[in-house]
């Protein structure tokens, strides 16, 4: 494999545009993806085609335009390539040999074909048969002296259907120990928003941002993350509302956007400007900057009552529907703005100018994305967003709204069904009533405290439903340490990644079908459903011939392990494996808002979940939405480092380049910042680069600055000068991914604090040399 020749070299055109469709155009030649593959990328989104197996942003109700992003492609074309990985490739690769490549090299290697265990003397993968499989799984989780020695891990990518099943299993044979991608993600959201709303969740739907005036997007890059959300952004900006961009990073997608779906875009050499207005906190200063914008907007409140003016706050709103706002309007006006432009990294005229443009909006959506929840302080910042918009009555209104834009396709339908490590009481009183049993009360493990409790040999099984375990989580070393501590590692997945080589004492590969791949079950053709980031929930059918006649569906896989580990007394589970539509009956059964679940499924583009703050219906104690007072917070680990080292001292973000989609690297380029052939960049403000003592194009080594004496180091990276604010660093996961300590985690949420890491460098030329 020819490695491109790495540079830097800044690019100058709009976002997606014909840059997108020449990718579009590579990915499917070096997936090698076939004529018939190729043609059902036009039945993507569409009523009767699939869902897009990428990221959860929602389509249209009856998906009637053809429409698909780049990244959409990737993953699509990732799915549906040609290339395979059999046990032949396996026999030709020791285990070791191929933990020296890189995660863009294990990719490329294509679809799995067969089940496999690992035959430590051979250090190699071997074949198994499927009951084999099934049996090995069995035995390791019935002689477990108490259930909670096992972990089940769920990706995003797993359908309601797989989820809600797993989550069954799993409750069945005794523990709540979910850790699952939300962990890492959105948690702040989903823990944060029940205090003041009363559900995790967002209220908007893809019609409100028809009718939006002011849209604010919180930490989101969506050229890269969600590229289908800038169709709707720009239809925003064609029609005057104001957009505007909060991040540490001007990102190349919310400046300029040619829609592959416009003619006129395409022709332009400049596309459509997304974001009029760019506001550039500091990595970190989210919390504080809010608290301005909030804080303005009540004395905004107080001079319109002094001169009898229009109030600016919503008083019929916050009168009828919430509660404690006195003390959180008095600690407002307490805030000392300083401490605010401080803690920000925000000019005071930017917080008033973003003040004045959110006070002027009569329909206000905001929207967040990772850059607002992977912090210490993300629950408090997440509450104070909702805050915020409750002081305009911007909840449960028509083109008003909290849209937490979700990752995955179906991390937010997996939460939804049930899995969750800290499960209500509700939900498991139905579960047990509707499958007679009592499943267990206490709460799980979660990310975080999953590898905690492999490290210290709680956990001796780890079963994951998807993903990339080992690389997507924190503090990489200690989590290879707690993966290779344990009994058994199994993971159910359609490509090799290398989670897959950070193995257990015995571990198995499962390979399933993808989304896109027809799922025939007893001769009929067996569609899942997922929700997305606004609770849409609908199916999709694969239209692919499945990658191998070997391979089975995460449905059947998980009703296999269970069958062969509680046998089916309670449950038929092979049943459900034969017909989907019994375990949408059994969702239906233990969930609200499911009614009829498999009849609303024919409708085109599925339905809409209820969600209760939507409708100004609050699911609190009292019933009421709830102001929080938060202080700024002053002494956190970035704060005590920076008092250390002084300016020195970066704080670290790590972020997606563009040829990559959570863990999975499609490429090595990273071209809307200018990045080719190479990922061991750091992007730094000029005048950083220069106070350091170093020039753009160095090599150096990264280094966090922790208090629990453990050195987390990486190295080789380079220096590549951008617009960020000072004191601040990005650089991509999973590369940086080790930097990031297993403790650092959200309060109230466990989330890794990726977004917020206090770091020091070093020339690596100098240590190559010393």
């Known amino acids: 494999m020819k490695k491109p020749e790495p540079r830097i070299e800044p690019y100058t055109h709009p976002a997606a545009g014909w ?128 259930p909670d020695r096992a972990a089940f891990y769920t990706s995003g990518r797993a359908s309601n259907e797989a989820a809600f099943l797993y989550q069954l299993f799993v409750r069945m044979y005794g523990t709540n120990n979910f850790p699952d991608c939300s962990n890492m993600c959105h948690e702040a959201t989903s823990r944060g928003l029940p205090h003041t709303v009363g559900i995790g969740k967002g209220t908007v739907t893809l019609d409100d941002f028809e009718h939006a005036d002011t849209i604010l997007l919180f930490g989101q890059n969506p050229a890269t993350n969600h590229p289908r959300m800038l169709g709707e952004l ?46 550039r906190p500091k990595v970190g200063g989210d919390f504080a900057l809010l608290k301005g914008v909030a804080k303005r907007v009540i004395e905004l409140d107080d001079e319109a009552r002094a001169n009898g003016g229009e109030r600016v706050l919503d008083v019929e709103f916050i009168a009828q529907h919430t509660i404690d706002f006195d003390a959180f309007a008095d600690d407002l006006r307490a805030e000392s703005w300083d401490a605010i432009v401080e803690e920000s990294g925000v000019p005071i005229d930017d917080v008033l100018k973003l003040a004045d443009i959110y006070a002027r909006g009569r329909a206000v959506i905001s929207t967040w994305g990772m850059g607002l929840t992977q912090h210490k302080n993300s629950v408090p910042t997440i509450q104070l967003l909702s805050n915020l918009m409750m002081m305009r009555g911007n909840i449960g209104r028509r083109g008003a709204g909290l849209c937490p834009v979700r990752g995955h396709s179906n991390v937010q339908g997996d939460r939804t069904v049930g899995i969750e490590e800290k499960p209500t009481p509700e939900f498991l009183d139905r579960l047990g009533a509707a499958y007679d049993f009592e499943p267990p009360r206490e709460h799980g493990y979660d990310v975080v405290e999953t590898i905690h409790a492999m490290l210290e040999g709680k956990v001796k099984v780890f ?86 006649p070997n391979l089975l569906s995460e449905v059947a896989i998980v009703a296999r392990m269970a069958q062969a580990t509680l046998g089916s007394s309670k449950v038929d589970w092979l049943a459900h494996a034969n017909d989907y539509s019994l375990i949408r009956d059994g969702i239906e059964k233990v969930l609200d808002g499911f009614e009829n679940y498999n009849e609303r499924l024919k ?83 000029r005048e950083d680069i220069d106070m350091l003592g170093f020039e753009p194009g160095d090599v150096v080594d990264i280094t966090s600055v922790w208090d629990d004496g453990v050195e ?6 380079t220096l590549v000068e951008y617009d960020i604010p000072r004191g601040c660093l990005g650089a991509y996961y999973p590369e940086t991914n080790p930097l990031v300590p297993l403790s650092s985690v959200a309060d109230g949420a466990g989330t890794p604090t990726s977004k917020s890491i206090p770091v020091l460098l070093t020339s690596a030329a100098q240590a190559i040399a010393a």
């Open 19 to 146: 840059g997108a469709l020449k990718q579009v155009a590579i990915n499917l030649v070096k997936e090698k993806v076939a004529g018939g593959n190729y043609r059902t990328l036009f039945k993507q989104n569409q009523p009767d085609g699939f869902d897009c197996p990428g990221c959860a942003w929602p389509d249209r109700e009856h998906g009637s335009t053809f429409e698909f992003c780049e990244n959409g492609v990737k993953a699509v074309a990732a799915e549906a390539t040609s290339k395979r990985v059999t046990p032949a490739f396996f026999e030709a690769h020791t285990v070791t040999s191929l933990m020296a490549q890189t995660d863009y090299e294990l990719e490329q290697h294509g679809r799995l074909t067969d089940p496999l265990v690992y035959d430590a003397a051979r250090d190699r993968y071997v074949p198994i048969a499927w009951d084999a499989a099934f049996e090995l799984i069995a035995a390791h989780l019935n002689k477990l002296d108490n």
């Open 234 to 279: 720009r239809d925003c900006a064609k029609r005057g509302a104001t957009i505007v961009s909060i991040n540490p990073l001007k990102e190349r997608g919310l400046e300029r956007f040619a829609s592959p779906q416009h003619t006129l875009d395409m022709l332009s050499p400049k596309g459509v400007k997304i974001s009029s207005v760019f506001i």
């Open 463 to 548: 079963i994951g439903l998807g993903g990339n375990f080992s690389i997507a989580t924190p503090d990489t070393p200690r989590t290879w340490d707690a993966m290779r501590s344990c009994d058994l590692t199994v993971h159910i997945t359609t490509k090799l990644n290398r989670s897959h080589l950070v193995h257990g004492r015995d571990a198995l590969i499962l390979p399933t079908l993808g989304r896109t791949e027809i799922d025939m079950q007893n001769g009929i053709s067996q569609g899942v459903s997922v929700e997305d980031s606004m609770s849409m929930v609908h199916i999709s059918y694969g239209m692919n011939k499945p990658a191998s």
């Open 603 to 685: 409708h085109p583009g599925g339905f809409h979940l209820g969600v209760a703050s939507r409708d100004r219906v609050w699911k609190t104690p009292s019933g009421k939405a709830r102001f929080i007072v938060h202080e700024i917070a002053r002494d956190t680990p970035i704060h005590r480092a920076r008092a250390l080292h002084g300016d020195r001292l970066m704080t670290l973000m790590t972020t997606r380049s563009h040829d990559q989609y959570n863990t999975t690297i499609y490429g090595l380029d990273d071209r809307y910042r200018g990045v080719y052939g190479q990922r061991h960049v750091l992007f730094a403000n």
């Open 712 to 717: 987390r180091r990486v190295n080789g990276f």
